[in-house]
């Protein structure tokens, strides 16, 4: 297998973006991505998203996209894999280069989500339509079970448990491109309206359009195209239960515990070499249970660790410096690819007021409904 780099990197802004169609917004940031790469010529195209044809109408992403951005001949794959989407299509660009079948490759991913009234129901597909969608308990719901149970067994307090979207919104700030660049306080978020006791407004990442793309390459090939390459030192995926009641454990993500061991064991580094990372935090109880499962704090402990600021500059670990899932934006099927973006502008040292000092390390981690799959992603800097 060969090493492989990422040489180029475009996002979109995040949020409600009524003048762009899906190809529109996708296009920008593929074009920005291979701008800032230096090329002009794709021998492939992987595009995550989770679920287009409901939120736009739209399907065969992969002859769409290919074409719209002047690539038309280029191979062409869209990849769905619920909100690890833009993760997986992460991965198996990678693949196609490490494998030696192509040199360039663009990973990117996409999501439509405010042109549908109501949304909540496309993204309970991502769960099990027989045993949960079926019977009206879509994602805030789950996690919001899930957030009862963390509370309960580990005495975390709603104050607490709000702190954490406090610190997600003071991250999004420093980054032009988030949803929700503002701050809020713990009052902010107890008196957001009530969406799936005891989660609140303010503890889910919102409904989102927008696209982000990367370029990969070969590293041996990388320093022709860009003075600053980023390694991607390794990549770990795996399942989990698609159905929350079918975990062992509902506040234990083996998706993710299975994914970073691999990610960990490929790269040979363990989470105290890691200097940041960007979660999947979904709800505001998903950056603690996954925090813990990615090595970062022992379980049970995580959530008061991370409220009282181990999770932000300073502390342990920083996570999600971009602002997260929550403040940053939840485009389903872009996020995977938007965290990949964000760890290479840390890694390049360019994130300017949110950069994380002397960062070498940096981990992705990108997760489908309530842990079903997971894929996490180190990168390197040079
Ligand atoms: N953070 C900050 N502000 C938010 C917000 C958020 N997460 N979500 C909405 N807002 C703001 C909106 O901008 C809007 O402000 P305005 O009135 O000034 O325009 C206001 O709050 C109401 O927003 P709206 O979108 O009408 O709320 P809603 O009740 O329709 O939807 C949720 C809120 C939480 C139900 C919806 O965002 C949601 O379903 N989120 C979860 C998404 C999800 O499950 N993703 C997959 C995870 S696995």
Known sequence: MREV????????????????SIRDIFAEAALSAMKNANIKKIDALYVGSMSSGLYTMQEHLSSLMTD???????????????????????????????SGMSDIV??????????????????????????EAYHGVTFPGLYAMMAKLYMHRYGLTREELAQIPVISHKHAVNNPNAQYPFEITVDTVLK??????????????PITDGAACVILCPLEMAKDFTDKPVKVKAVGAATGTIALHDHKDIIRLDAVRLAAER??????????????????????IAQILVAEELGFFSFGEGGKALAEGQGTYGGKIVINPSGGLKAKGHPVGATGIAQIVEAVIQLRGEAGKRQVNNAKFGMTQNMG????????????AL
């Open 68 to 98: 719209y951005i002047g690539q038309r001949g280029a191979a062409g794959f869209r990849i769905e894999s619920a909100c690890a989407s833009g993760g997986s299509a992460m991965r198996l660009a990678y693949l196609e280069v490490a």
């Open 106 to 131: 663009l990973a990117g991913g996409v999501e439509k989500m405010w042109d549908v009234d109501d949304g909540s129901a496309i993204l309970a597909t991502a769960s099990d339509q027989e045993y």
């Open 192 to 205: 957001s309206s009530l969406v799936a006791d005891p989660l609140r407004l303010m503890d889910c990442s």
């Open 5 to 20: 780099a990422v040489i180029g990197i475009g996002i979109s802004k995040f949020g409600e973006l009524w003048d762009q």
């Open 263 to 284: 990610a960990y064991k490929a790269s040979g580094l363990s989470p105290q070499d890691i200097d940041f990372v960007e979660v999947h935090d979904c709800f505001s």
């Open 369 to 380: 409904g309530s842990g079903g799959s997971c894929v996490v992603h180190i990168l390197e």
